[in-house]
Each structure stands twice: as structure tokens, then as C-alpha cells.
């Protein structure tokens, strides 16, 4: 026989009425784990010490670690206010879902991960997705391209945000600033790509490109994104 499968948002609506310590207080406490350490941080152990009760209470809140990241992602996804319609201009609604995402994965550098997987079905989750679905569609009634209009803007809001926190993380590990490194390698960039003459367009960009700042990046790319 197979195993019933139960949403946690159908068993939490049941059980919030005789919980002592909210469940939200538990997820804050995940969240806060998770921005500070990462997902790989998130044993039940660790949460119910920063939630203050015990691993063994923990357990009458939620089952297991998937169950508290849907809990982690849905919350996270309500802490900003949308609007509660589209404009009607699309490119400006999308806009508004593009920079909405953008935030919050920045703010929580775990999310970007998550949000790969499987969706979650929580309720500020859908709320963002029903207001994305409605922007979408009023560049097309077609809800199939609606959809992959809107999966090919996540497309470029993820792959910008990682980018962006793959730098954050490489400060970290490394220890070094963007201009320490250019300091660090600017003999063999001196060497190998200035002097030797062999990469003119590099050396061109080396010399005369402005650094652009990640907000400016992002929405250069998005710009170019409706040019194509």
C-alpha cells in the first residue's frame, strides 16, 4: 500500500491551535541559521537549540529537514510586499517579479538553491506565483508561453543572483577584496595579456571598461533581455 503523502500546510493548519511555541518561531530560527552558516547547518539539533526547546519538541513541529526548508522558503518569500495586481504593463510587471526575486534571493544567499528544486506550494509562495502568472499574461492569453515567459525570466534572475554570490563567496574564501586579487595578478596580467600584445580586446576592456556595479549589471541584462 502506498504511503499517504500529507502537505505540511494541511497538518500545520491542525496543529496550530494547541502548539505552545509557534511554528514561525522555529522557521526565524532556521532562517537566521541558514543566512549565517547555510542549509548544511540545518540539523534539528542546531534549530532547536537557536529556537530554544528541545530536538525531541522540535519534532512535533515538523518531521524533517525538506518539511522545515518548504516552512524556510515560503517565509521568506512573504517578507516583501507586492502589489496585489499587475499594472497591465508587462514589461513592468515583470520587472517588479524580476527585482522582487533578485532581493530576496541576495538576502538569503540559500534561497537560489532551493528555489532549483521542486516549487513549494505555501501560501506566499502562491501568492507570488498567481501575481507573476497574471504579469505574464498580459504579454500573451496563451497560459503555456505565459509560463515559459515567466520561467525564462527566473532563468535569468537566478543565473545573475549566483553569479553575484559566487563573488560573495569568493571574498570570503579567499580573503581578498575584487581590487586586492587585481593587485595580485596584475604582473601576469602586465605580462600575458598587456605587454605581450596578443589580446587586444581584453587589454582594451582592461583599460577602458567601467565597473559596472551589480545593480547596474542586472539591469543592463535585463534590458537586453526585451532588445533581443
Known sequence: MPQRFTLVWTRLAEQRRRQSLSVEQIVAAAIRLADAEGTQALTMRRVATEAGTGTTSLYRYVTNKDELLELMVDAVQG???????????????????????????????WLATELRSRPTLGPNALRQADFALAAAGGATSDITLASALLGAVANYVHGAVLAELSEREDVRSTGMSQDEWRSAVSPYVREVIIDSGNYPQVARRIFEAEDLSHDQQFAFGWNACWRA
Open 79 to 109: 517578507e516583501d510586499e507586492w502589489p496585489a495586481a499587475p499594472s497591465g504593463d508587462w514589461r513592468a510587471d515583470l520587472t517588479v517579479v524580476a527585482n522582487g526575486m533578485r532581493v530576496t534571493m541576495l538576502r538569503h544567499p
